[in-house]
């Protein structure tokens, strides 16, 4: 089961999805989806533990409940970066910064910072000390 079909079956549970209908909409069977809901503890008696409860969006695991501050969505920091690495369609790539390197005129794009002058840091030595560039 991967990660994505942990994260429907909770969000479907915390709707009030059955069994049934979970493993019928994600293509899993009954017995698979009752499994998971019950080790996660995802029973249909349990409404406000179902509200309460977070999991990792990489490796599903529970996260533990803050009473202040931003929700986590990641157990780890590993978990994380490997989350958006599968996912850079995910980004809000706002801040995306179109140059001219001035050594090499070759364009380049940066992403958050709109200062940036080189493509390279070859480019930068080459254009600030002289000597040979090379790429």
């Known amino acids: 089961m991967t990660n994505d079909e942990k994260q429907s079956i909770y969000n479907m549970r915390r709707n009030g999805a059955s069994y049934a209908v979970i493993a019928a909409i994600l293509n899993l069977s009954k017995s698979t989806v009752a499994s998971f809901c019950q080790k996660e503890g995802l029973r249909t008696g349990s409404s406000k533990a179902l509200t309460a409860l977070r999991y990792c969006k990489y490796c599903g695991k529970p996260l533990p409940v803050k009473e202040k501050g931003k929700e986590q969505k990641f157990c780890s920091e590993h978990c994380r970066m490997s989350w958006w690495k599968e996912h850079p369609e ?27 002058k080189y493509c390279s840091h070859a480019c930068y030595i080459q254009d600030r000390f002289g000597g040979s560039h090379e790429d």
């Not at 179109?98 to 940066?110: A, D, H």
């Open 90 to 116: 995910e980004l809000n790539k706002k801040a995306i910064y179109i140059f001219t390197c001035p050594c090499c005129g070759k364009t380049f794009t940066s992403y958050g910072n709109a200062h940036r």
